[in-house]
């Protein structure tokens, strides 16, 4: 396993916590539906609005340079949402072979037209592709809205799924101290499973987890004032 920050050419992003505190139960009740106010509603229930702005190509620039990725591959995005990355994938690198799963019906019917037979409603703890499918797997920002042993499972499902097990990339939802774990707790919506780092490497050993990995935390720094 390797320590890899696959989004880090993306923009950091600053959080407004106090709207986010509000009718917090309620929220959250809708948020995990993943439905249209999750992905295109206020931005107290999800991601306030979220379309295609070409953010997602340079991330598939860093992971086809990572990965060697070419146009004899075949990759997998768990939890892919509306389908961005597989669709800038695919740009980016003409003839690869990428597809999603996701389990929001609204989310994948969002998806670009010409990536939509690409993408399929399943679950990350039941991937309905052959063992030994993919040459790269992806779950990012995914498996930290599965309770504990359905991400232990998750990642069983991305090691039998993937021809080359350090050929993954997980993302999840981690804190270092108990200051991070209140701002994450005050921002999170969807969030089952959120650990330290430490108890994430043990759950990927326990699961034999060995692809690269990294963390959603949340600081200070990133609130509005």
């Known amino acids: 396993m390797a320590f890899f920050n696959l ?3 993306l923009p950091q992003v600053t959080r407004d916590l106090n709207a986010r505190r509000v009718n917090k139960a309620a929220n959250r009740a809708v948020a995990c539906q993943f439905g249209r ?4 509603g206020s931005r107290e229930q999800g991601y306030g609005g979220y379309r295609y ?3 997602w190509q340079r991330v598939a620039q860093t992971a086809r340079e990572h990965y060697g990725l070419d146009e004899t591959h075949r990759v997998l995005d768990i939890g892919c949402a509306k389908g961005f990355f597989v669709y800038d994938l695919m740009n980016e690198i003409p003839g690869l072979e990428a597809y999603g799963v996701d389990v929001s019906e609204y989310a994948l019917s969002q998806a670009p037209e010409a990536i939509q037979a690409n993408l399929f409603k399943a ?5 309905p592709f052959p063992s030994d499918y993919f040459d790269a797997v992806f779950a990012i920002n995914t498996l930290h809205n599965l309770e504990r042993a359905e991400c232990i499972v998750a990642l069983k499902e991305i090691n039998r799924v993937c021809k080359f ?17 209140q701002l994450f707790e ?7 499973t959120y650990c330290t780092p430490d108890e994430w490497l043990a759950l990927f050993k326990e699961a034999a987890y060995l ?15």
């Open 186 to 192: 005050d921002w999170m919506l969807t969030a089952k």
């Open 123 to 127: 679950s990350a703890i039941r991937l």
């Open 165 to 181: 097990p350090h050929q993954c990339f997980v993302q999840v939802d981690a804190y270092h101290n108990l200051e991070e774990k």
């Open 7 to 9: 989004l880090g050419a």
């Open 53 to 55: 702005d070409g953010r």
């Open 211 to 225: 692809g690269d990995y990294f963390w959603t935390t949340f600081n200070f720094a990133e609130q509005s004032s």
């Open 37 to 40: 106010e999750y992905f295109d």
